[in-house]
């Protein structure tokens, strides 16, 4: 494979997980004659709320070891768990108990892998680091000497990863290489099959980051408590008689040209509903031996309680699993969680109404751009491909800047849109390996 990088006598730190992608990244710079060790970050001791016997990190530290091995190259072990929890975890446990759902495997690249990592492989010696992600690094050398650095999908665009480095800025991006980045899956396992390497058959990992697959409610009640609600079904034909819904639809559906919608409108198409005009009265009766008197809900037209949770907190937009509510031809999807009143809105089918939407917005201070030369100035409209979550296909969009805050305008409906997630847009220049250009938190 030619070397893209000039400077072959620069030390390279490779963050050895213990999986097949790292372990090749590592050989094939090694191979390539760079000056490479190797080393194991251990980010999180607890195990409560974990799955046994997945993503253990003793089991990884000691593969990885074997690995480095193998290739020839020093092998390091760090420990970053406190700054893993104070600068991953906390936050996440705050975005739960706010009802957004968090993407921590984002933060893990920009918080630790290319941060705290970094800086850990540095008093080492090393002058960049090497990670196993599916994606790849440009350059552009300006006039000046300056230059400016790319994150560009991978070529693999089934394990496309350049989503969790969205927030990666220029500093981390002049010490990164992706070596893998221009390799398909069965290329990388190819490699290191024939290389003998330990971790050549070893399934990908899975769950959060450094953590593993988890039970999250279990997880998260380590610091949120678990209260019981009302589970309320929302029937189709609430859409019909709401008027802020139908206002939105009618105008998106009259809207020629995007540019020309106002802030306001904006604001209003990326809220979703609040349901908080979804009421139910109570009514008694007498029981069929007509002594004893109950008390049950009144038929309400647009919902039903439908049953019971443990905390809206627990669960997150277009979930479906867990919710324990049968009688139903097609499956409930959560559409919509109110963590002041703990109650879990869901809707039936993956097309109803409540689970689509077509605008969001991202606040000022959330956005990021990979390049600051490509922000939008207040006013101008770029039009890009986005995502909302791992390997979702790109979708077309429109991004609008208004003011401090940032629009996402998609050509079509999107599924499950949901507050503390992460939006990354593409360059619109082509279906192959586009360039990501920036990321920002969905607002709500």
Known sequence: MKNKYLCNDMKICV??????????????????????????????HD??????????????????????RKIGIPFYFV?????????????MFDEYARGRTPNPDVLC???????????AARRLGADTVATGHYCRRSEVRDSDGSVRYGLLSGIDGNKDQSYFLCRLSQEQLACAMFPIGELTKPQ?????????????????????????????????????????????????????????????????????????????QLDSLSAPPAYDDLNFETETYRARNHHRKKTRYKDNPYGKIVGRHGGAQF?????????????????????STDIGRNVIYVGEGAEHPGLLRRVLKIAGDEVHWICPENALAPGESLSVRVRIRYRQPLQKALLLRRGGALYVVFDKPQRSITAGQFAAWYADDGENAPELLGSGVICQ
């Open 15 to 44: 963050g050895l997980s213990g999986g097949v992608d790292s372990s090749v990244a590592a050989l094939l710079l090694k191979r390539q004659g760079f000056d490479v060790f190797a080393m194991y970050m251990q980010n999180w």
């Open 47 to 68: 195990v409560e709320g974990t799955l046994h016997g997945e993503c253990e990190w003793e089991e990884e530290k000691f593969i990885a070891e074997m690995v480095a």
């Open 79 to 91: 420990d970053l768990s406190e700054q893993y929890r104070k600068r991953v975890v906390d936050y």
């Open 109 to 119: 690249n920009s918080e630790i892998k290319f941060d705290a990592f970094l800086d």
């Open 188 to 264: 990388v396992r190819s490699i290191a099959a024939e290389a003998g390497l330990p971790s050549a058959d070893r399934k990908d990992s899975q769950g959060i980051c450094f953590v593993g697959k988890v039970n999250l409610p279990v997880f998260l009640q380590q610091k949120l408590k678990s209260v019981e609600g009302d589970v309320v079904e929302v029937y189709r034909n609430y859409y019909d008689d709401n008027a802020k819904f139908n206002c939105d639809r009618e105008l998106l559906d009259s809207c020629t040209d995007i540019h020309t919608l106002t802030d306001e």
């Open 315 to 335: 669960v997150t937009i277009g979930q479906r699993k867990g919710l324990a509510i049968g009688g139903h031809r097609e499956p409930l999807f959560v559409i």
